[in-house]
């Protein structure tokens, strides 16, 4: 009787859903749209132009000049707007698009659907993976939506797209994913591990979210494929959240260090972060973490990536004191984590030994009045001393007398930086690190291939 019961409830329901709809207008499509739609941005950005045209990154597309004067009253000379998409991932305003849309921008504005308009603060973007995290400051709430995850996907599933093609904003497509996996060649670089779909992705839609049935996001719309037809690429969103959750590391942006290493682990229906290593001398190694340990909560912040973790710690005065809660053996323990300052004591000699027979370049920092005279965006760098011939710098083209203002996956880089990246235990399996270095007017960037180097 009670089997009976459930199946006229449901009955009753399905006849009074489809009496409201009758023509079954209300789709899955329809109801993903309307609850991813409102977390979706319209990113502008300006640029100081010194020559060439505005168009020549990575994914130029030869006709995006003539769409963009369609919507757009000439500029100044001197100065462009670009045009891309980006979507917020958490109530504190941080939006997650690509390197491309917001390279060498003087200023970030972005737009919602609802009309509000915020200017943007770039916390940090990867040229190789073409990654970029925005944040909005303003005490306002914002719409955002949860991230899903890439590690289930399948050929032919639907998605749908949403973004600012041709200053079109807030545009909605649909279609499938055509393939996975998918390496794309854009002019010196190669991406690898793109979503490749045929719903409509065009100039403009970069930055902004593929969405899934269900209306999670998946993947982070990245590139069109230039003199073809439906044919576009995101970058899953299992990667995307990890390269955000460097980029947002309150090592590189507020010179705090905690100390927790570890990856996530991302399956169909579960999602967790999964320490490797806590040195003793460390916040993490203090606190008593190990590897090993599942990090389920910090500060009260529910913790399923790597990206939570910066995210729960991002405003945290040193020295304070956070519930760090881990599974351990079957157990819930509760650790107390407080982060200490990135330390700033004075580099090891052998440092200099280290960054001449990896990189190439002895360094020296630059006193603030001296780079002040720079009159560049940048809060500092390293004076190039010296650069050994053939050496990976030496093959970048990097000159004695350039300031190396950024390298990896720091805007501003330091000596202790420097360190880091030199002492790392998979330097040698990294192919390359890229670097930003100021020379007169121009910045400039390149990748160091540290395969290449020297004894």
Same mark, same amino acid.
């Given at each position: 009787?009670?089997?009976?019961?459930?199946?006229?409830?449901?009955?009753?329901?399905?006849?009074?859903?489809?009496?409201?709809?009758?023509?079954?207008?209300?789709?899955?499509?329809?109801?993903?749209?309307?609850?991813?739609?409102?977390?979706?941005?319209?990113?502008?950005?300006?640029?100081?132009?010194?020559?060439?045209?505005?168009?020549?990154?990575?994914?130029?597309?030869?006709?995006?000049?003539?769409?963009?004067?369609?919507?757009?009253?000439?500029?100044?000379?001197?100065?462009?707007?670009?045009?891309?998409?980006?979507?917020?991932?958490?109530?504190?305003?941080?939006?997650?698009?690509?390197?491309?849309?917001?390279?060498?921008?003087?200023?970030?504005?972005?737009?919602?659907?609802?009309?509000?308009?915020?200017?943007?603060?770039?916390?940090?973007?990867?040229?190789?993976?073409?990654?970029?995290?925005?944040?909005?400051?303003?005490?306002?709430?914002?719409?955002?939506?949860?991230?899903?995850?890439?590690?289930?996907?399948?050929?032919?599933?639907?998605?749908?797209?949403?973004?600012?093609?041709?200053?079109?904003?807030?545009?909605?497509?649909?279609?499938?994913?055509?393939?996975?996996?998918?390496?794309?060649?854009?002019?010196?670089?190669?991406?690898?591990?793109?979503?490749?779909?045929?719903?409509?992705?065009?100039?403009?839609?970069?930055?902004?979210?593929?969405?899934?049935?269900?209306?999670?996001?998946?993947?982070?719309?990245?590139?069109?494929?230039?003199?073809?037809?439906?044919?576009?690429?995101?970058?899953?969103?299992?990667?995307?959240?990890?390269?955000?959750?460097?980029?947002?590391?309150?090592?590189?942006?507020?010179?705090?260090?905690?100390?927790?290493?570890?990856?996530?682990?991302?399956?169909?229906?579960?999602?967790?972060?999964?320490?490797?290593?806590?040195?003793?001398?460390?916040?993490?190694?203090?606190?008593?973490?190990?590897?090993?340990?599942?990090?389920?909560?910090?500060?009260?912040?529910?913790?399923?990536?790597?990206?939570?973790? #910066?995210?729960?710690? @991002? +405003?945290?005065?040193?020295?304070?004191? &956070?519930? %760090?809660?881990?599974? =351990?053996?079957?157990?819930?323990?509760?650790?107390?984590?407080?982060?200490?300052?990135?330390?700033?004591?004075?580099?090891?000699?052998?440092?200099?030994?280290?960054?001449?027979?990896?990189?190439?370049?002895?360094?020296?920092?630059?006193?603030?009045? #001296?780079?002040?005279? @720079? +009159?560049?965006?940048?809060?500092?760098? &390293?004076? %190039?001393?010296?650069? =050994?011939?053939?050496?990976?710098?030496?093959?970048?083209?990097?000159?004695?007398?350039?300031?190396?203002?950024?390298?990896?996956?720091?805007?501003?880089?330091?000596?202790?930086?420097?360190?880091?990246?030199?002492?790392?235990?998979?330097?040698?399996?990294?192919?390359?690190?890229?670097?930003?270095?100021?020379?007169?007017?121009?910045?400039?960037?390149?990748?160091?291939?540290?395969?290449?180097?020297?004894?």
């Amino acid at each position: 009787m009670l089997r009976g019961c459930i199946v006229l409830g449901a009955f009753l329901v399905a006849t009074a859903a489809l009496a409201d709809d009758p023509f079954l207008r209300r789709t899955a499509a329809v109801e993903a749209v309307q609850s991813a739609g409102p977390a979706v941005v319209n990113v502008t950005t300006e640029r100081i132009l010194r020559q060439g045209s505005p168009f020549r990154g990575p994914f130029a597309d030869p006709f995006f000049d003539r769409f963009f004067q369609d919507f757009f009253e000439p500029h100044a000379q001197g100065s462009v707007e670009n045009l891309g998409s980006g979507v917020l991932i958490d109530a504190a305003g941080h939006v997650l698009t690509n390197e491309h849309v917001v390279a060498r921008a003087t200023r970030i504005q972005v737009s919602f659907a609802d009309g509000r308009e915020f200017d943007a603060t770039l916390l940090g973007a990867d040229p190789n993976t073409d990654v970029a995290v925005l944040s909005i400051d303003t005490q306002e709430k914002l719409p955002w939506i949860k991230p899903g995850t890439s590690s289930d996907l399948m050929v032919g599933e639907p998605v749908i797209a949403i973004g600012n093609p041709f200053g079109l904003s807030h545009t909605v497509t649909t279609g499938v994913i055509s393939a996975l996996e998918r390496s794309i060649r854009a002019e010196d670089r190669v991406y690898h591990g793109f979503i490749q779909t045929d719903a409509s992705i065009n100039p403009g839609n970069s930055g902004g979210p593929l969405l899934n049935a269900e209306g999670k996001l998946i993947g982070i719309n990245t590139a069109v494929y230039n003199g073809a037809q439906g044919i576009g690429f995101a970058i899953p969103i299992d990667e995307a959240l990890e390269i955000a959750a460097r980029l947002m590391s309150t090592e590189r942006l507020e010179q705090t260090s905690h100390g927790i290493v570890g990856k996530t682990v991302c399956e169909p229906n579960r999602r967790q972060f999964v320490v490797s290593t806590a040195r003793d001398s460390s916040p993490a190694g203090r606190a008593g973490l190990k590897s090993g340990d599942v990090i389920t909560a910090i500060g009260g912040h529910k913790v399923e990536r790597s990206l939570d973790i #910066e995210l729960a710690l @991002l +405003g945290q005065p040193v020295g304070s004191e &956070l519930e %760090v809660e881990v599974h =351990r053996n079957g157990q819930t323990l509760p650790l107390q984590l407080a982060l200490s300052p990135l330390s700033r004591t004075t580099p090891k000699p052998a440092l200099a030994d280290r960054s001449w027979t990896t990189l190439g370049l002895r360094l020296a920092v630059m006193d603030a009045a #001296e780079f002040n005279r @720079l +009159g560049t965006r940048y809060r500092g760098g &390293l004076t %190039v001393l010296e650069v =050994r011939p053939n050496s990976p710098a030496a093959i970048q083209g990097i000159r004695r007398g350039d300031v190396l203002v950024g390298m990896h996956v720091w805007e501003t880089v330091s000596l202790e930086n420097i360190a880091y990246i030199l002492d790392r235990d998979d330097l040698t399996k990294l192919d390359s690190v890229v670097f930003y270095i100021v020379r007169g007017s121009d910045t400039l960037f390149g990748h160091l291939r540290l395969a290449q180097r020297t004894p």
